[in-house]
């Protein structure tokens, strides 16, 4: 007989003890060392017990045991302590309160956040990314708001069948149980948002809320009594559901998460954002929200639209097309043509932000990613070969303009040292370095000995090995209940060998099973008498992706034949709390994918700053970062004659640098028992990487190149009541309208011999047609460079010409002169581009015309 509903009973917290109330509310907790040692005093069992969860903890701690803590001085002044150095962590200033310029709030908005196992509402790197963004804002100061969805089921839980197929469940989540609060009117009543569905339904929600250190997360909740059964089940799970389903989540988190915003900053007297951060293309409705706030406050559509665009980042972390959310426009035509769920906005407009109407895109789809970059000044990837790929895959939005020049920018992604830096190694800093801020450490300081260094990696190695032992005998103990303990459970893997690591989402492109393309040879490896190596793998694959499921169970199928089962193991339900033992465990942190369908990958940073090597192919933030120190590149072929060779030609050279140069080097010790080639290459990681890592480099980022140019740019838009946006939003019609008949009608040159050489200067006159438009509503611009294949400029330049008077035929004239510095073929062209002190980008427009 199973219950209708759960919750948790916990014991009353004695006065005395209140601290740990106000300790466990703030999820300040899963970064804070001190503070988890706090709570693991109270009970090393229950700590353990459940997940590291202090609400839990506390729900389940027995009330003597309370009382004893209460009666101990010590342990009421060690709390109080705590409490005190959290809120002098809220309350004083930071990093961001020494700039100038910087907006008073920034509303965050992503589908998942990965903060700790307690609050499971991530699936993946998205979700642990956006997590570790909202930690490291709290670290330095960043007046941050999340805002995202909360999932009674979170994503899943997995498990394996007898034969390797993964088994997902869904456990319902009681929200009561951990660190939420329902956000209240003064009254006490639930705050509620909610959204004018079609056939005059109404989807509600309520918010929760918590506090990630100085930062407030905002989630919403459909799983309530004011909704009809179907509309409570829309955020029953992460990512779950059909397409019709997904939208309604989708516009959820835009629409409400905006109306949400607006409701906490009434009821907590919280600062209005003024920069909207969306994180992926699923949460791009809120710019329509924002657009019907302006439409009501006297905009029309295009003025409104400029106003929020100006405040607007997009991040985008997708590198193939079939990873962007798409619908059929149909569908959400259907939701937007009653005029309710945005009041304000035509539908015709809402489908034109999202429509695929470029060369290459599909009539009839409503893409998520598109709108995200119409309604966003300002984009990126999350690395620089990302952000390059995205500007190929995005570039039908601005025609006429090279690829380099489009829109996108990059950010690469982060890590938050103190969530994901094993506490061995930061009590190492501490105690031989001087800081406990491992990411500005001096690893190459001779005050750390080798030796220290490696006893610390030894010792992670080894909480990794205990680790997946208790993991893999639960596993096989839940699958085999009542029977015998097979005796080889107790030696699967061994803390002396070279450890590899692979966990991440089960997706095709990202290689499961590369390792196992020659299996006899990667047995060897595995069992080399005198330089083994062991592989420990996680990952879980989505619900509907049989092919990932696929994968796994091949790989579990080779994991349990008895020549490799004490060298290979994978550990079903790969969360936080696995990874944070997982990441420092390992010697070696494998990545394989498809070069460049890997946007960031962030599992190899957060191994690396804990002094592990990668060995990865150079994709996502590997292809920057690679130095041929920190590690190793496995070669890619990307010319290979189709993907059975490539496989082949790159599992080949994977085998061969574990074999000749990886496992070598790893066994090759001095007296002592140091590998000190490894160590050097180590250090050398720590040094150079945990700076660069570190999600702190990633926030200080968004803030000096997104954050703040957003916030001027829609400071100036919405100054006088949005003068600046209605002034804006006229220019554009007025240039893209006239824009047909602009044109470079003849270029004169002069001021070379008759065989050019380096030094000589360039002489240049356009004659431009502009129609109606004047000279200062452009830029004219010579664009030069090496010639290529069929006449292609290469390694351009680009060279403003001024406005003269002169111009012949009804043609204004632009003159300037370029430099000829380089020897060598040489190029030009003279084009004409759209110019506003409010455009962020040149190409912003999508308009250019030139010279033929």
């Not at 997104?706 to 740019?713: G, I, K, N, R, T």
Request: charged share 20%; aromatic share 8%; net charge negative.
């Amino acid at each position: 007989m199973k219950a209708i509903r759960r919750f948790t009973v916990r014991a009353v917290i004695p006065d005395s003890l209140q601290a740990l109330d106000e300790l466990a509310s703030n999820l300040r907790w899963s970064w804070h060392e001190p503070t988890r040692d706090l709570f693991r005093h109270v009970s090393e069992h229950l700590w353990r017990a459940t997940n590291h969860d202090p609400i839990a903890l506390l729900g389940a701690v027995s009330p003597e045991r309370l009382a004893e803590l209460a009666d101990d001085d010590g342990f009421i002044g060690w709390a109080n302590g705590l409490r005190d150095d959290l809120r002098r962590y809220i309350g004083e200033p930071r990093w961001y309160q020494t700039l100038q310029d910087a907006p008073q709030s920034i509303a965050y908005f992503s589908p998942e956040f990965g903060i700790a196992a307690a609050l499971p509402q991530y699936s993946g790197g998205l979700g642990i990314l956006a997590g570790d963004h909202l930690k490291s804002a709290s670290d330095l100061g960043v007046p941050l708001t999340g805002v995202g969805l909360f999932y009674r089921s979170g994503y899943f839980a997995q498990s394996l069948t007898a034969d390797g197929w993964q088994q997902e469940s869904y456990p319902v989540l009681d929200p009561d149980g951990m660190p939420l609060s329902v956000l209240r009117h003064a009254d006490g009543t639930p705050a509620i948002v909610a959204l004018a569905m079609p056939d005059g339904r109404t989807l509600s929600a309520r918010i929760w809320t918590t506090l990630v250190g100085r930062v407030r997360l905002l989630l919403l909740d459909t799983n309530i009594p004011e909704n009809e059964d179907d509309l409570r089940s829309v955020t029953d799970r992460l990512y779950g559901g059909g397409g019709e389903h997904r939208l309604l989540q989708e516009l959820l988190l835009g629409i409400g998460g905006v109306r949400a915003l607006r409701t906490a900053t009434s009821l907590l007297g919280l600062a209005a954002p003024s920069v909207y951060h969306t994180n992926e293309g699923h949460a791009g409705f809120q710019g329509l929200e924002r657009i019907a706030e302006l439409i009501g406050e006297g905009l029309t559509f295009p003025q409104a639209l400029e106003a929020v665009r100006a405040g607007t980042v997009f991040t985008t972390h997708t590198p193939v097309a079939a990873g962007i959310d798409r619908f059929d426009a149909s569908l959400v035509h259907r939701y937007f043509q009653a005029h309710e769920l945005v009041p304000g906005i035509d539908v015709d407009d809402v489908m034109c932000l999202g429509a695929e109407d470029y060369d290459g895109g599909s009539p009839g789809v409503f893409n998520m990613a598109v709108m995200g970059l119409r309604l966003a000044q300002r984009a990126n990837g999350v690395s620089k070969l990302h952000g390059n790929v995205s500007r190929h895959m995005f570039a039908g939005l601005w025609p006429g303009f090279d690829y380099d020049e489009v829109p996108i920018g990059s950010v690469t992604n982060g890590v938050h040292a103190p969530t994901w830096t094993d506490p061995l190694l930061t009590e190492l800093a501490q105690n031989t370095l001087g800081t406990s801020d491992t990411t500005h450490a001096d690893w190459l300081s001779p005050s750390l000995s080798d030796h220290d260094l490696w006893n610390v990696r030894s010792r992670m190695r080894e909480n990794l090995v205990q680790d997946a032992r208790t993991r893999v005998a639960g596993e096989w103990h839940r699958r085999a209940r009542g029977a015998i303990t097979p005796a080889w459970l107790s030696g699967v893997l061994d803390p002396h060998v070279l450890t590899i690591g692979f966990a991440r989402r089960v997706a095709t492109y990202k290689r499961l099973t590369l390792m196992l393309h020659d299996k006899e040879r990667l047995t060897r490896l595995l069992n080399d008498p005198e330089r083994p190596v062991q592989l420990v793998i996680a990952g879980k694959a989505h619900p509907a992706d049989d092919g990932g499921k696929r994968l796994i169970q091949e790989l579990v199928e080779f994991a349990a034949s008895p020549e490799v089962r004490n060298r290979l193991v994978f550990l079903p339900d790969y969360d936080i709390t696995m990874a944070q033992t997982l990441y420092p465990g390992c010697d070696i942190w494998l990545n394989n994918p498809l070069r460049p369908l890997e946007a960031c990958g962030t599992s190899g940073m957060k191994a690396a700053l804990n002094g592990a090597l990668n060995l990865s192919i150079l994709d996502g933030w590997w292809a920057e970062y690679f130095d041929g120190e920190n590690g190793w590149a496995i070669p890619s072929a990307d010319a290979a004659g189709d993907a059975a060779e490539r496989d082949a030609l790159e599992a080949n050279a994977l085998y061969d640098l574990i074999e000749h140069q990886i496992a070598p080097r790893f066994y090759d010790r001095d007296e002592t028992g140091v590998p000190i080639t490894w160590m050097q290459q180590v250090r050398h990681t720590l040094k150079t990487l945990s700076p660069e890592l570190s999600a702190d480099r990633m926030v200080r980022q968004y803030v000096t190149e997104l954050y703040q140019p957003a916030y001027a740019e829609s400071t100036q838009l919405g100054a006088n009541r949005y003068q600046g946006a209605r002034e804006f939003a006229a220019w554009k019609a007025r240039v893209t309208d006239a824009w047909q008949d602009v044109a470079v009608v003849h270029v004169e040159s002069g001021g070379v011999d008759a065989v050019p050489q380096v030094g000589d200067r360039l002489r240049l006159r356009a004659h431009v047609a502009l129609g109606t438009l004047e000279p200062s509503d452009v830029a004219v611009e010579v664009v030069y460079g090496r010639i290529g294949e069929d006449d292609d400029l290469e390694k351009v330049g680009h060279q403003r010409l001024s406005h003269h008077d002169g111009g012949t035929g009804g043609t204004s004239a632009f003159e300037g002169v370029v430099p000829l510095d380089r020897a060598g073929s040489f190029g030009y062209t003279v084009r004409v581009l759209p110019c506003n002190p409010a455009m962020a980008s040149p190409a912003e427009l999508g308009l250019v015309t030139i010279a033929h």
